[in-house]
């Protein structure tokens, strides 16, 4: 079936570090893959989607690449601020006709200090 | 633009209750999806609703049950409440492409709501 798998967290860095959070899939077809963030006490906001091999997903300084031959969607930023502490899901679509449920993974936990 | 509204933002009950929470999508949006959120968990897919209609489901008992408004917001409902049923309930829109093409896969969730049973 359809699964996705992050690295376990929590993920500590100081500002100005680089970020990279491992994250793996298992599917049929071809899902399209996001990455949500959520910040303490509140809902879910998309931070980037990939639809197809190859492409690049990035916003807010956060990227990550749909990488179909080795199943992956690993999220980096090249410098972290405080601001970014929250808890990072990655997602995968399961769409037909009828519909499209989301599949996370468990979460990790970002924490960056000053 | 109003994003995606849930109600009420907290809620009690006891074991054997039962509970209903409530979304309003985002404008332009007519699908309505609802996640269980467990603590320190990713969330898990409910059912996602269409034309008032449940369209998919996921891995959920009966006690699980929805409704969509002709005015696309939705309820989700759930009888003999377990203790495990604690959790954040999320609710995400999204909309139908043209021609029958199934619904866009990106969605937008509200700020959920907690559900704490005792």
């Known amino acids: 079936g359809n699964s996705v798998t992050q690295m376990e967290g929590p993920v500590t860095l100081s500002e100005e570090a680089f970020l990279t959070i491992n994250c793996t899939y298992t599917a049929t077809g071809y899902p399209s893959l996001f990455w949500y963030v959520q910040y303490p006490g509140e809902g879910l906001q998309l931070l980037l989607k990939?639809?197809?091999?190859?492409d690049k997903g990035s916003n807010k300084g956060f990227e990550a690449t749909y990488r179909k031959e080795t199943t992956s969607f690993h999220l980096e930023k090249g410098s972290v601020q405080v601001s970014d502490s929250a808890v990072y899901f990655c997602?995968?679509?399961?769409?037909?006709?009828?519909?499209?449920?989301?599949?996370f993974g468990k979460g990790t936990t970002l924490s960056v200090s000053s | 633009d109003a994003g995606v509204t849930q109600s009420p933002t907290h809620l009690i009950k006891t074991r054997g209750q039962q509970v209903t929470l409530r979304c309003s999508p985002k404008s332009g949006h007519d699908t309505v999806s609802w996640y269980q959120q467990a603590l320190g968990q990713g969330p898990q897919f409910i059912f996602q609703y269409y034309e008032e209609e449940e369209r998919q489901r996921g891995n959920f008992p009966d006690r699980f049950s929805g409704h969509q408004f002709p005015n696309y917001s939705s309820e989700l409902n759930v009888n003999a409440l377990l203790l495990g049923d604690s959790a954040l309930y999320l609710c995400?829109?999204?909309?139908?492409?043209?021609?029958?093409?199934?619904?866009?896969?990106?969605?937008?969730f509200g700020p959920g709501t907690r559900l704490t049973v005792l």
């Open positions: 997602a995968l679509s399961k769409g037909s006709q009828a519909g499209t449920a989301l599949i």
């Open positions: 990939a639809t197809k091999a190859d």
């Open positions: 995400a829109s999204s909309f139908v492409l043209a021609g029958g093409r199934g619904s866009t896969d990106t969605q937008y």
